[in-house]
């Protein structure tokens, strides 16, 4: 079941009062919630030296980054922004990793300056930070194992041997022997192979191919390494009838795994999901504007897909809708639309809710995580407001709401125009 249905009921929270005070539409995330993601995530993997770093891409606001670093965790950034982002919210360097994927040699540099952990995702991109005389003592790199298990799910993730991620295993000895001999001491693996998995085995299969990696560089080259990264992608329920990850049994084969690894070798193990911690703590609140009857009954709502890209993106995306506060108790069968004008903007197709009324709320569920984060401007819909609901009740405007000033604003700028004739 979603998470995230029942979490203002839970706090007693006058949700319609916070509609009207802030005004619809909004994010909405669960203070408390994320609280018990992080800790029921650490309880599960106590003991084992392990650290989660938060994939800053999910939910990129410094409110929820204060928070999860309150945790202890760190953060997984993909672009120097996201880095001036986790710094901003008060992380340290080493509290950083920076996995970038097909990033400028300029980018790369500006990250090992700013003193954060990079994952090397390429070995063109090895060669040109030894030229620029640049490589870090400590480096990571990603693998690509181009294979798979049996069984996987790649719908959302795509097959690694079409990826435009990580090194390929056959290469890996040759790469990391170059970094050594450009002054590279220690060394952490990477891989990430799947993305909202709801099971044990993409982690252990990650696990496995970076040991069995690890252990080959460490006999062939003698060098360290220090960090196992077996990336993110742990799933969440979006749907009425799925369960949840069982945390403490894939840390109970993790945990087997890791004592089976020769005693003078410790390396850390580090995960980054995004998903996972905030994706079910997160719900989009909208209003109903318009009621209308065509081939079908539609609800036409104050968001549309541009806030919640991903139901655009990706195919087969559901994402939960409830309507608490809505007076009939009979339902109907509708199609929950935006304004955009392209036909692919609806947020539920077919689904069975209460029959609405203008000016009902609806709940998009589960929401907390590649949500806001992902939302456009296409269309002239401007962003909407980010709100964090604290255990105490209280509401907090962490995010304002995007205005046509914003939608402006690359617009200001010195005119410069470039004869392009030769
Ligand atoms: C997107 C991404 C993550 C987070 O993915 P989730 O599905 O949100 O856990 C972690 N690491 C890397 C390298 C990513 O690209």
């Known amino acids: 079941m979603p998470m995230s249905t029942g979490f203002t009921e839970r706090l007693g929270v006058d949700l319609p009062a916070v509609?009207?005070?802030?005004?619809?539409?909004?994010?909405?995330?669960?203070?408390?919630?994320?609280?018990?993601?992080?800790?029921?995530?650490?309880?599960?993997?106590s003991g084992l030296d392990c650290r989660e770093y938060f994939a800053v891409k999910?939910?990129?606001?410094?409110?929820?980054?204060?928070?999860?670093?309150?945790?202890?965790f760190g953060f997984d950034c993909s672009s120097l922004p996201e880095v001036a982002l986790a710094l901003a919210a008060g992380a340290s360097s080493r509290d950083i990793?920076?996995?970038?994927?097909?990033?400028?040699?300029?980018?790369?540099?500006?990250?090992?300056?700013?003193?954060?952990?990079?994952?090397?995702?390429?070995?063109?991109?090895l060669n040109k930070l030894i030229e620029a005389d640049a490589v870090p003592?400590?480096?990571?790199?990603r693998i690509n194992p181009g294979?798979?298990?049996?069984?996987?799910?790649?719908?959302?993730f795509g097959h690694p041997d079409s990826a435009k991620f990580g090194i390929r295993p056959d290469r890996l000895l040759d790469v990391c022997a170059t970094a050594v001999n450009h002054g590279v001491r220690s060394i952490g693996l990477h891989i990430m192979i799947a993305a909202n998995f709801r099971t044990s085995e993409p982690t252990l299969y990650a696990l496995d191919v970076l040991t069995q990696e690890a252990t080959r560089l460490r006999e062939k080259l003698d060098i360290d390494v220090t960090i196992l990264n077996v990336g993110g992608g742990m799933g969440i329920p979006y749907r009425p009838d799925e369960?949840?990850?069982?945390?403490?049994?894939?840390?109970?084969?993790?945990?087997?795994?890791?004592?089976q690894l020769p005693p003078e070798w410790r390396p850390k193990l580090c995960f980054e999901n995004g998903r996972l911690i905030t994706g079910p703590h997160g719900v989009l609140v909208t209003r109903v504007v318009n009621r209308m009857s065509k081939w079908r009954e539609l609800v036409g709502v104050d968001v549309?897909?541009?806030?919640?890209?991903?139901?655009?993106?990706?195919?087969?995306?559901y994402h939960h809708i409830t309507?608490?506060?809505?007076?009939?108790?009979?339902?109907?069968?509708?199609d929950v639309v935006g304004s955009l004008c392209t036909n692919i903007d609806r947020l539920a197709e077919q689904r069975e809710l209460p029959v609405t009324r203008e000016g009902d709320l609806l709940l998009i569920h589960d929401v907390g995580a590649h949500g806001h984060a992902m939302a456009s401007t296409y269309n002239g819909r401007l962003r909407p407001k980010e709100l964090l609901l604290h255990p105490d009740g209280s509401v907090e405007l962490i995010r304002r709401a995007e205005t046509e000033d914003d939608y402006f604003a690359t617009l200001g700028f010195t005119p410069d125009t470039f004869s392009a004739v030769r």
């Open 97 to 125: 990793f920076f996995t970038s994927n097909n990033t400028s040699i300029d980018e790369l540099r500006a990250a090992i300056d700013a003193d954060v952990f990079v994952n090397i995702d390429d070995e063109s991109v």
């Open 137 to 141: 003592a400590a480096v990571g790199f």
């Open 147 to 156: 294979r798979l298990a049996d069984g996987f799910d790649t719908s959302l």
């Open 19 to 45: 509609a009207e005070h802030f005004g619809t539409p909004f994010y909405l995330y669960d203070a408390q919630g994320i609280d018990e993601t992080c800790r029921a995530f650490n309880a599960a993997f």
């Open 304 to 317: 549309g897909a541009t806030a919640l890209l991903r139901s655009l993106v990706y195919s087969g995306v």
């Open 58 to 72: 999910a939910l990129p606001n410094p409110a929820i980054l204060r928070l999860l670093a309150s945790h202890g």
């Open 243 to 259: 369960q949840p990850l069982d945390l403490d049994e894939l840390a109970g084969h993790l945990r087997q795994r890791l004592d």
């Open 323 to 334: 309507a608490p506060y809505a007076a009939a108790d009979r339902t109907e069968t509708v």
